[in-house]
Nanobody
């Protein structure tokens, strides 16, 4: 059974840090591109950061320099280290998996991140 399970969300003060983790199972993690998205009630789900099966990364301009994405193909996890958090980062964060070069995708259930002033 395919599963993406996010953890690590919570409530932090502005300027603080959180580390999100996504644990994958039930598919060939090593050939999938992985990403973190976030969503608030007011907007569509948006891409925060992605890491390809080969380890290339990219970031939304709004988080560049503050967030770092990483993956461990042995543990089958993808993490998002979030530093210097801002209230604008408040959202539900979702883990996403997509195989390279072919259609199809999986979503996690999401984890809430709340950044207080």
């Amino acid at each position: 059974q395919v599963q993406l399970v996010e953890s690590g969300g919570g409530l932090v003060q502005a300027g603080g840090s959180l580390r999100l983790s996504c644990a994958a199972s039930g598919f060939a993690f090593g050939i999938y591109n992985m990403a973190w998205y976030r969503q608030t009630p007011a907007k569509e789900r948006e891409l925060v950061s992605a890491i390809t099966s080969s380890g290339d990364t990219n970031y939304a301009d709004s988080v560049k320099g503050r967030f770092t994405i990483s993956r461990d193909n042995v543990k089958k996890t993808v993490d998002l280290q979030m530093n210097s958090l801002k209230p604008e980062d408040t959202a539900v964060y979702y883990c996403h998996a997509k195989p390279s070069r072919v259609p199809g995708n999986y979503w996690g259930q999401g984890t809430q991140v709340t950044v207080s002033i």
